[in-house]
């Protein structure tokens, strides 16, 4: 199943604490035009500024027949009003599809296990494991740093879950990033 609807919900410039803004575009079908993906742009173009750098979450599935430039213009449009930007990405994206949303740098990922070890050419089985913690700490920690990426959790099913968080600049301005395991 695709989306047929959109819906998002942004601060009201004209509302201090007040309900957010909410934004209805019903799509002609589920295969995104590009008229309906133009409409979107403007949609996003025209949100206030982010006051207190609110987020936006891509997850869920997305628009069907959408160019993968569609999501990192989606993104850096969202990062230049000041909105941090989550992407959840989906099991059907391709390794290359999933490389060019990182290189947008959105402000936290979270794939799944199987995403993640789609992304190193690797089966979900081969990520999988008590003796692949490490592994997959490393391999996010090193994407995070890699695509400028503030946090990125890899779910890791009954594993937990392992977090890469940016936490500060060393003394030489270099970015540190912590791992966590849950």
């Known amino acids: 199943r695709s989306r047929t609807s959109l819906f998002l919900f942004a601060p009201d410039p004209n509302k201090v604490n007040g309900p957010p803004l909410d934004i209805h575009m019903r799509l002609s079908n589920p295969e995104l035009t590009l008229d309906e993906a133009r409409k979107i742009m403007e949609m996003l173009r025209g949100l206030p500024p982010a006051k207190n750098r609110e987020i936006v979450i891509w997850g869920g599935q997305v628009f069907a027949g959408a160019p993968v430039e569609f999501y990192t213009n989606a993104i850096k449009i969202l990062q230049s ?102």
Request: without cysteine.
């Open 81 to 182: 009003k000041g909105y941090r930007v989550l992407a959840d990405f989906k099991s059907f994206l391709k390794p290359e599809e999933m490389v060019a949303i990182m290189r947008a740098a959105p402000t936290i990922i979270k794939p799944n296990l199987e995403e993640f070890a789609r992304l190193f050419g690797l089966s979900h089985e081969q990520m999988k494991g008590q003796g692949k913690i490490r592994y997959v700490a490393e391999k996010a920690w090193t994407l995070a740093k890699e695509y400028d990426i503030e946090m990125l959790i890899v779910s890791m099913e009954e594993q937990g879950a392992i977090a890469v968080y940016f936490n500060g600049f060393d003394v030489d301005g270099r970015k540190n990033y912590s791992v966590i395991h849950v």
